[in-house]
């Protein structure tokens, strides 16, 4: 099974640190497709999540800020042109459980 995981983010850059530090520790993790979905966040650039997450499928960053709902939408209709099976659509501060 192919499970992909979109990681909608604006802004808060501790927060999302946090979170992709959590995730890492997740069992299992390594065998799905990470992509990011930026909505032209002021606090940083592309250069800085490829940084942040250097283990991302995919960084996906508006050129403009399209509002929370639009750039998850997008980040829905995204996941339909891929072959995965499975799409889990998180935000940027959420924080997982490893075990």
Known sequence: ???????????????????????????????????????CSSDYDTETLWGLIPEATEIVRRDTNMGSDRNIRQMYVDFLE????????IDSDLLFNPT
Do not use: P
């Open 82 to 89: 891929t072959t995965e099976d499975v799409f889990v659509a």
């Open 1 to 39: 099974m192919n499970i992909a995981i979109g990681i909608t983010s604006f802004n808060r850059k501790e927060y999302l640190q946090a979170m992709v530090e959590s995730l890492r520790r997740s069992r299992g993790i390594e065998r799905c497709a990470i992509r990011v979905y930026d909505d």
